[in-house]
């Protein structure tokens, strides 16, 4: 099947999905626990992932899935071949707090490189899309990325993991940030926060995130002319495209202030260790 059949599949899968957290949310039709490192998750965060997996595996039967409910085995990411990576719910505290920021995530890759990429936000109408080498869109139009080339004037969006404990290393960062940069955004969705780069609405973003959070932006990200990366190597074993630690995504010329100020930042803070 060609990339584009899998992308008008995916959108319609993608959108699918969106209803179901609608009608969800605006029934209360979700109860909410805790997994193990004290991220959110809710019934709907589960029953919209098997919905994803039944229409993956109906329309494209035997292909691996790495999920973030259902199927969240990491390993995958190294096996050569076909991969669907999904999100079904990315920005669940803001779902369950009544907030706009959430979206759905579909990425499709084939040998550690992301082919085909949906994110689609229910709740702000909003579905943004990406053929590898064929541009990205939201909904009916062509986006690009910001052309911001001063740190002093650029809007840099990032998020915080959900372990209190894990927090403080990264309150060097921010403060380097709050400091050289216009100001900050934190909307809750890594996913939407890599859209808001592809279409210009921030011009940087940064964080630690999970492939499933990732996958599918960072290509819509690139396509729309910022430029992606890691502010430390990737490890050899696993694909640059799917390797979703230090991400970085900018504007094409502020990609190295903005890396060497959050390496620098990282520095001051082993020093002061």
């Given at each position: 099947?060609?990339?584009?059949?899998r992308?008008?599949?995916?959108?319609e899968?993608?959108?699918?999905?969106?209803?179901?957290?609608?009608?969800?949310?605006?029934?209360?039709?979700?109860?909410?626990?805790?997994?193990?490192?004290a991220?959110?998750?809710?019934?709907?965060?589960?029953?919209?992932?098997?919905?994803?997996?039944?229409?993956?595996?109906?329309y494209?039967?035997?292909?691996?899935?790495?999920?973030?409910?259902?199927?969240?085995?990491?390993?995958?990411?190294?096996?050569?071949?076909?991969?669907?990576?999904?999100?079904?719910?990315d920005?669940?505290?803001?779902?369950?707090?009544?907030?706009?920021?959430?979206?759905?995530?579909?990425?499709?890759?084939?040998?550690?490189?992301?082919?085909?990429?949906?994110?689609?936000?229910?709740?702000?109408?909003?579905?943004?899309?990406?053929?590898?080498?064929?541009?990205?869109?939201?909904?009916?139009?062509q986006?690009?990325?910001?052309t911001?080339?001063?740190?002093?004037?650029?809007?840099?969006?990032?998020?915080?993991?959900?372990?209190r404990?894990?927090?403080?290393?990264?309150?060097?960062r921010?403060?380097a940030v709050?400091?050289?940069?216009?100001?900050?955004?934190?909307?809750?969705?890594?996913?939407?926060?890599?859209?808001?780069?592809?279409?210009?609405?921030?011009?940087a973003?940064?964080?630690?995130?999970?492939?499933?959070?990732?996958?599918?932006g960072?290509?819509?990200?690139?396509?729309?002319?910022?430029r992606?990366?890691?502010?430390?190597?990737?490890?050899?074993?696993m694909?640059?495209?799917?390797?979703?630690?230090?991400?970085?995504?900018?504007?094409?010329?502020?990609?190295?202030?903005?890396?060497?100020?959050?390496?620098?930042?990282?520095?001051?803070?082993?020093q002061?260790?």
């Amino acid at each position: 099947m060609r990339d584009a059949e899998r992308l008008v599949t995916a959108i319609e899968i993608a959108k699918q999905a969106g209803r179901m957290i609608q009608d969800a949310r605006a029934h209360s039709a979700f109860d909410r626990r805790y997994k193990k490192n004290a991220e959110l998750v809710t019934d709907a965060d589960v029953a919209v992932d098997q919905f994803i997996a039944e229409q993956l595996e109906r329309y494209f039967p035997g292909e691996p899935r790495l999920t973030e409910e259902l199927s969240p085995d990491k390993q995958s990411l190294e096996r050569k071949g076909p991969l669907w990576i999904v999100d079904p719910i990315d920005g669940t505290v803001n779902f369950a707090h009544g907030l706009p920021h959430v979206a759905v995530s579909i990425a499709w890759a084939k040998d550690g490189k992301v082919h085909v990429a949906v994110v689609h936000a229910p709740f702000l109408e909003e579905t943004f899309s990406a053929l590898r080498s064929e541009g990205a869109r939201l909904n009916d139009r062509q986006i690009r990325a910001s052309t911001a080339s001063s740190l002093e004037k650029s809007l840099v969006a990032t998020g915080f993991p959900y372990r209190r404990e894990s927090r403080p290393p990264l309150m060097r960062r921010l403060a380097a940030v709050m400091e050289h940069c216009q100001d900050i955004r934190r909307c809750g969705s890594a996913a939407l926060d890599l859209c808001n780069v592809a279409c210009g609405r921030v011009d940087a973003y940064y964080e630690s995130v999970s492939p499933w959070d990732s996958a599918a932006g960072l290509l819509i990200a690139r396509e729309a002319g910022a430029r992606t990366g890691h502010l430390y190597p990737v490890p050899d074993t696993m694909p640059e495209e799917l390797y979703s630690e230090h991400l970085l995504a900018s504007a094409p010329d502020l990609y190295k202030s903005m890396k060497e100020l959050l390496i620098r930042a990282d520095e001051e803070r082993i020093q002061y260790d």
